[in-house]
Structure formats: C-alpha cells, structure tokens
Nanobody
Framework: QVQLAESGGGLVQPGGSLRLSCAASGSIFNINDMGWYRQAPGKERELVAT???????NYEDSVKGRFTISRDNGKNTVYLQMNSLKPEDTAVYYC???????????????WGRGTQVTVSS
C-alpha cells in the first residue's frame, strides 16, 4: 500500500559525507513526521533525526552539528545530509514516516527496508 525507498548509503572514510534520500510512494493521503533511525550490530534501533510536516527538526545528541534532515513535501521525500562521519555512525539506516493512507482513518508508521552506511578507514 505504501513503500519507502531509501538510497544514498555506501562506504565512506571518516570525515567524509553521504546524503541519504527516502521517497514515499503508494496510496498516500498525507504525511506527518518523517525521520531516520539506525541500527548497528548488537545495538537497538535508535533515533537519528526527525522532521515534522512544518519543518521542525530533532536530532540525536551524537549527530547534532554534523547531520541535517530536510524534506520535500511535493516529492514525499526526506533527506539526511551526513557530514564529518565517524566510525560510530556505521549502521543500517532506516527511513520512517507517519502516513495516513487514502483509505485509512489513522496515521501509521511505515518503514523502509534500510540502507547500509559504513564509515571506515
């Protein structure tokens, strides 16, 4: 019914940059909050950043000043610009969106399949 397609992950050296994109498609009535989460081996999934439909942002402490989340409502797309990457940022990054579908009555969370980000020298 709804799919979130992530792109932009890959291998980068410490100090490098990556830009992740996530496009929502399907039977979408409207999208509220969107965000990025990540999960490293042996750890629980954690918040990276979120952005509301109005553009308000929230960041996990360890990425503040390095990552920037943004969105294009016309394209149903959320981005994560990641600068000054560290090995600790290595994880699978998952896109999340709160979406009301065309046939739905509630906002529900939808998740992408994840994209691997590896920061290594």
């Amino acid at each position: 019914q709804v799919q979130l397609a992530e792109s932009g992950g890959g291998l980068v050296q410490p100090g490098g940059s990556l830009r992740l994109s996530c496009a929502a498609s399907g039977s979408i009535f409207n999208i509220n909050d969107m965000g990025w989460y990540r999960q490293a081996p042996g750890k629980e999934r954690e918040l990276v950043a979120t952005v509301t439909s109005g553009g308000s942002t929230n960041y996990e402490d360890s990425v503040k000043g390095r990552f920037t989340i943004s969105r294009d409502n016309g394209k149903n797309t959320v981005y994560l610009q990641m600068n000054s990457l560290k090995p600790e940022d290595t994880a699978v990054y998952y896109c999340n969106a709160q979406i009301r579908t065309g046939s739905g009555r509630r906002m529900n969370d939808w998740w992408g399949r994840g994209t691997q980000v590896t920061v290594s020298s």
